[in-house]
């Protein structure tokens, strides 16, 4: 967070029973609606504004219980499968984040009886930051991974000019909070900016960086309110990553990424796909580390080794996040701006309550 930003205290409780609120007048039920809040608050505790309730009940607007892309109080149906240390589920169009964390939780299941679980699941609707789920299962000691589809082709492909990719995440964990004090996860999109933090920048009246969007015309743009598509970060490495989102979703049953969340065509599957992997630190164990020591003494060593040599003001993924989950729990809520405070208004205006107002809370200078 910057110096010179100012930032507002929301008690987790008034969040949370407005973002529930807003869901349940949308038709989700309780679970699900507790869902969806519990999301949000973890991702604005830790930093992520780019995927906070204000993204995701957008989201919902745009794709999702209003357009049919998401389908309140669906049940998940579990696919019979000869693999006993993998599921795939059928998601039904139910609330993403109210499947991913059932995900994660059965993945850690598998994870503790065979070493290593996975879920896959179909017809899904965007769990929105990947990074939560997986920092969840590295606070509780697993390596976890996840990637997703995306609601829709943004991101124009190397060499190209159509976008014909999602944003398409990927997200690693890693429990190391014993040797560090927080998990390290790897979280990125594919894109150079998530579409998230170009709504952000819009709100913020901030420039993109250059080459991380183009115009109605396909020319490269720093204006977020004239971009109306992204570029692959790392040229052809970030759209390499990006394809395997395609690839494993393909395989999964996804349909085409062009038409996701276009209702407007027969006959097509327009959902997004997730792949969760946890495994068990015990299960890639080879049990031999130098000099006798164990397994977690010797990541404690090798993180050293890697922060040392003059490296030592090097950050390391997660660390980030983890200084502003410190900053919320200082504070004693969650930190919004004066410009995300305005915007909750409208989902206080939808649920017919009164619209926060920024003297309602207590100022946060960081």
Same mark, same amino acid.
Request: proline fraction near 5%; glycine fraction near 10%; aromatic fraction near 10%.
């Given at each position: 967070?910057?110096?010179?930003?100012?930032?507002? &205290?929301?008690?987790?409780?008034?969040? =949370?029973?407005?973002?529930?609120?807003?869901?349940?007048?949308?038709?989700?039920? !309780?679970?699900?609606?507790? @869902?969806? %809040?519990?999301?949000? %608050?973890?991702?604005?505790?830790?930093? #992520?504004?780019?995927?906070?309730?204000?993204?995701?009940?957008?989201?919902?607007? +745009?794709?999702?219980?209003?357009?049919?892309?998401?389908?309140? $109080?669906?049940?998940?149906?579990?696919?019979?499968?000869?693999?006993?240390?993998?599921?795939?589920?059928?998601?039904?169009?139910?609330?993403?984040?109210?499947?991913?964390? $059932?995900?994660?939780?059965?993945?850690?299941?598998?994870?503790?009886?065979?070493? &290593?679980?996975?879920?896959?699941?179909?017809?899904?609707?965007?769990?929105?930051?990947?990074?939560?789920?997986?920092?969840?299962?590295?606070?509780?000691?697993?390596?976890?991974?996840?990637?997703?589809?995306?609601?829709? /082709?943004?991101?124009?492909? *190397?060499?190209?000019?159509?976008?014909?990719?999602?944003? =398409?995440?990927? !997200?690693?964990? *890693?429990?190391?909070?014993?040797?560090?004090?927080?998990?390290?996860? &790897? $979280?990125?999109?594919? !894109?150079? &900016? %998530?579409?998230?933090?170009?709504?952000?920048?819009?709100?913020?009246?901030?420039?993109?960086?250059?080459?991380?969007?183009?115009?109605?015309?396909?020319?490269?743009?720093?204006?977020?309110?004239? @971009?109306?598509?992204?570029?692959?970060?790392?040229?052809?490495?970030?759209?390499?990553?990006?394809?395997?989102?395609?690839?494993?979703?393909? *395989?999964?049953?996804?349909?085409?990424?062009?038409?996701?969340?276009?209702?407007?065509?027969?006959?097509?599957?327009?959902?997004? =796909?997730?792949?969760?992997?946890?495994?068990?630190?015990?299960? #890639?164990?080879?049990?031999?580390?130098?000099?006798?020591?164990?397994?977690?003494? =010797?990541?404690?060593?090798?993180?050293?080794? #890697?922060?040392?040599?003059?490296?030592?003001?090097? +950050?390391?993924?997660?660390?980030?996040? !983890?200084? /502003?989950?410190?900053?919320?729990?200082?504070?004693?809520?969650?930190?919004?701006?004066?410009?995300?405070?305005?915007?909750?208004?409208?989902?206080?205006?939808?649920?017919?309550?009164?619209?926060?107002?920024?003297?309602?809370?207590?100022?946060?200078?960081?």
């Amino acid at each position: 967070m910057s110096k010179k930003e100012q930032f507002y &205290v929301v008690p987790e409780d008034t969040h =949370n029973a407005l973002v529930a609120m807003a869901y349940k007048r949308r038709g989700f039920n !309780s679970e699900e609606a507790d @869902a969806g %809040a519990r999301f949000a %608050a973890l991702a604005t505790k830790h930093g #992520i504004r780019t995927h906070n309730a204000l993204k995701a009940l957008h989201l919902d607007h +745009l794709f999702g219980s209003a357009a049919g892309g998401c389908v309140p $109080d669906a049940e998940v149906e579990k696919i019979p499968s000869r693999f006993q240390a993998t599921e795939v589920w059928n998601a039904n169009l139910k609330l993403g984040q109210a499947v991913a964390f $059932d995900a994660v939780d059965r993945a850690i299941e598998l994870a503790d009886e065979y070493g &290593v679980g996975i879920v896959s699941v179909d017809k899904a609707f965007h769990y929105l930051w990947g990074g939560g789920y997986v920092m969840d299962a590295a606070r509780r000691g697993y390596l976890a991974y996840t990637n997703c589809t995306a609601a829709l /082709a943004e991101v124009v492909p *190397f060499m190209g000019k159509t976008p014909t990719l999602g944003t =398409n995440p990927h !997200s690693w964990g *890693f429990p190391t909070t014993d040797a560090i004090g927080f998990p390290i996860v &790897v $979280d990125w999109a594919t !894109s150079v &900016v %998530a579409m998230g933090r170009v709504q952000q920048f819009a709100r913020e009246g901030q420039a993109l960086p250059p080459n991380a969007a183009v115009d109605a015309e396909g020319n490269p743009t720093t204006d977020p309110n004239e @971009a109306v598509a992204l570029l692959p970060f790392g040229a052809h490495k970030g759209y390499g990553l990006s394809l395997i989102n395609e690839i494993v979703g393909a *395989f999964i049953g996804g349909s085409l990424p062009t038409i996701r969340s276009k209702w407007d065509v027969e006959g097509e599957k327009h959902s997004p =796909n997730f792949f969760f992997q946890v495994i068990h630190p015990e299960a #890639i164990s080879s049990g031999h580390f130098a000099g006798g020591i164990s397994q977690s003494e =010797n990541l404690r060593e090798v993180l050293g080794d #890697i922060l040392g040599h003059g490296n030592e003001n090097c +950050l390391l993924p997660g660390e980030i996040e !983890s200084r /502003a989950f410190a900053a919320s729990e200082k504070a004693g809520g969650l930190l919004f701006t004066e410009a995300e405070i305005v915007a909750f208004g409208e989902i206080a205006r939808e649920c017919e309550q009164d619209p926060w107002q920024a003297t309602d809370f207590s100022l946060h200078e960081s």
